[in-house]
């Protein structure tokens, strides 16, 4: 093989390299600074700064630096970027349009303050600015920087970058759009973990994928509902039956006219189990697909929220809060006096303080006010306890396969 093909074949194959991080990296840190480095190293440059600026307040929303000081990309980002030459060029750049500007810090932008008090004394003399990515709202810039001995950008660098930046483009919407529905995934998993009742996902031989915090809770406080060796759910006789027989067949057991499973408790109320498969496009036939959408109502666990915020909300004393959550969760005015150890007459004395107070008429208007208020959002699980946390050995890629 001649040198000049060996040099092809060379840069070929590190051209490869740089596109297999560049796509890897959308998902694994490494690989993405691994990539924008070899970019940088492909033009003698000393480092990058790629920026996301919002194109009507010209905010930096995302800053990453790739082989520069820590502090002056700090102080690009907080300052110096309001007053760089290059910003309004930049933020009118279309989404459609990929360009290469080959830009002599140290001559054209020689008058610019950002260039005089910050890339001169940084020895960053010598810029290469590629667009990547633009749309309505921001615009993301990838900046490599050179030294005053490397010397000017040229077209001859713009053309070695040429058969990267598609990539480079690609990766960047890619890597962005994962980080947007990794935060709206946390977000809806914050509000599972919110809800009163318990919730399981089931794959399609009703293994445990997932679990929120009331059913861990649920899990804990009654011995009726576990987690099995085998990590299948499993309930109190008759209902674990019916339960294996609802996955395997996919029908609702027959002697179930509400659609609910009851599991029996000693000397408490039952538990009620609704089952629901998850429509066709969500489920799957795989271990470790969820398949089974399993929601545990527990009569008990009264209101979800404690009886200082259904006083707050409602006006009222914590006792008389007490006595307010009881009543919602279907208990009887009999029922709560036993519990509380009062007198049936004191209830129906706070009950008539509660209607004084918040100017309801009867008990269903005083549920309705419990129910629709606050007090119905159940309180954030205590500081240090994951969100959606996933039981032993269930595995927790399921919830970004949901969402």
Same mark, same amino acid.
């Given at each position: 093989?001649?040198? +000049?093909?060996? &040099? ?16 890897? @990296? !959308? ?11 070899? !970019? ?11 920026? !996301? #600026? ?40 279309? %989404? ?10 140290? &001559?054209?932008?020689?008058? @610019? ?11 960053? %003399?010598?810029?290469?600015l590629h667009w990547p990515h633009g749309s309505s709202d921001e615009v993301a810039s990838l900046c490599i920087q050179g030294s005053r001995s490397r010397g000017p950008f040229d077209a001859n660098d713009a053309a070695v ?5 598609? *990539? ?6 890619? +890597? ?6 990794? #935060? ?11 809800? %009163?009742? @318990? ?46 027989d609802w996955v395997s067949t996919g029908r609702a057991p027959a002697k179930s006219e509400d659609a609910l499973l009851h599991v029996p408790r000693p000397d408490r109320p039952p538990l009620s189990v609704l089952v629901d498969r998850l429509p066709r *496009?969500?489920? &799957?036939?795989?271990? &470790? ?27 009222? %004393? ?40 918040? *100017? ?44």
């Open positions: 093989m001649s040198p +000049r093909l060996a &040099g092809d074949w060379l840069n070929d194959q590190r051209t490869l390299r740089i596109v297999a991080d560049l796509y890897a @990296g !959308v998902r694994d840190e490494a690989a993405w600074h691994r990539a924008i480095l070899a !970019v940088v190293d492909l033009v003698g440059g000393s480092g990058a700064m790629l920026l !996301v #600026t919002d194109r009507r307040t010209r905010a930096v929303l995302r800053e990453e630096t790739f082989r520069l000081d820590r502090t002056r990309a700090d102080a690009c980002r907080r300052h110096w970027v309001l007053k760089s030459i290059r910003l309004e060029s930049l933020l009118k750049v279309s %989404s459609a349009r990929t360009a290469l500007e080959m830009t002599p810090a140290g &001559g054209s932008l020689r008058a @610019g303050q950002a260039c005089n008090e910050l890339l001169q004394i940084a020895d960053m %003399s010598w810029l290469l970058l040429e058969p990267l930046i598609p *990539h480079l483009q690609r990766a960047l919407e890619i +890597r962005r759009e994962l980080e947007r529905l990794e #935060t709206r995934s946390a977000m809806l998993a914050r509000s599972v973990d919110l809800m %009163s009742f @318990g919730l399981i996902m089931l794959d399609y031989a009703g293994c445990v994928l997932e679990a929120n915090a009331a059913a861990q809770e649920i899990m804990q406080e009654n011995t009726v509902v576990r987690i099995g060796t085998d990590q299948t759910l499993k309930l109190r006789e008759p209902a674990g039956t019916q339960l294996r *496009h969500h489920a &799957g036939r795989l271990a &470790g697909d969820p398949c089974w959408m399993v929601l545990i109502f527990d009569p008990e666990r009264g209101v979800p929220g404690t009886a200082k915020m259904i006083a707050r909300d409602l006006g009222i %004393s914590v006792r008389e809060a007490e006595i307010a959550s009881l009543l919602a969760v279907g208990h009887t005015l009999r029922q709560i006096a036993t519990r509380l150890r009062i007198s049936v007459h004191t209830v129906r004395c706070h009950l008539k303080a509660i209607y004084s107070k918040t *100017h309801i008429r009867s008990q269903p208007e005083l549920v309705g006010a419990i129910m629709t208020g606050p007090a119905f959002v159940r309180l954030a699980p205590p500081a240090g306890q994951p969100a959606m946390k996933a039981k032993t050995g269930v595995r927790s890629h399921a919830r970004r396969r949901l969402m």
